[in-house]
C-alpha cells in the first residue's frame, strides 16, 4: 500500500514535463515533493526517461567509455568494501540500497571476470610445470 499522497493529474503533467526536459531524478523528487523511489516508480510505469546524476567513475548512458586499464582485483575489492561500508549505515533510502546492491554484484562479476581473463589457474599450473623443470635441471647437474 502507497504511503506518500497520490499522484494526481497535475502532478503526473509536471512529472512528464520534467522527464521530457531532462531533469535528474532527484530534482524531480524534490519538485513534485515525492520520494525518489516514488519518482523513480512512476516513471517505470509511464515509460518515460530520466537524467541519471552521473558519478565520476561511472556512466548510466549507453555511451560508456571503456577504460584503457583495467581495474586491479584490488580495486574492485575496495569499491566492493566501500559499498559494504556505506549499507552499514542507518537511514538509507531504497534507491541507495539498489546502488549499492548492484555496485556490490558488479564488483563480485568483475572479479569473477578478471580472474577468467588473467587465468590465475593456468598461471599456477605453468609455474608448477616450470618448478618441475627447475628441479629436475638441478638435480641432474
Not at 512528464?16 to 516508480?41: C, N, T
Not at 512512476?42 to 565520476?56: D, F, T, W
Amino acid at each position: 500500500m502507497p504511503k506518500g499522497k497520490p499522484w494526481n493529474r497535475k502532478d503526473e503533467k509536471q512529472l512528464i514535463d520534467l522527464a521530457r526536459a531532462k531533469y535528474p531524478l532527484p530534482d524531480i523528487a524534490k519538485k513534485l515533493g515525492k520520494s525518489k523511489e516514488a519518482v523513480r516508480q512512476k516513471i517505470l510505469r509511464l515509460g518515460l526517461e530520466v537524467e541519471q546524476p552521473r558519478a565520476s567513475t561511472c556512466s548510466t548512458t549507453s555511451s560508456v567509455k571503456l577504460p584503457e586499464e583495467l581495474f586491479s582485483v584490488e580495486d574492485a575489492l575496495k569499491m566492493l568494501a566501500g559499498a559494504l561500508k556505506k549499507a552499514c549505515e542507518l537511514g538509507l533510502d531504497k534507491t541507495d540500497i539498489y546502488r549499492l546492491q548492484v555496485t556490490g554484484n558488479l564488483a563480485r562479476t568483475y572479479i569473477d571476470g578478471f580472474a577468467k581473463f588473467v587465468d590465475y589457474a593456468g598461471i599456477e599450473r605453468h609455474l608448477q610445470e616450470l618448478d618441475k623443470k627447475l628441479e629436475l635441471l638441478t638435480n641432474a647437474k
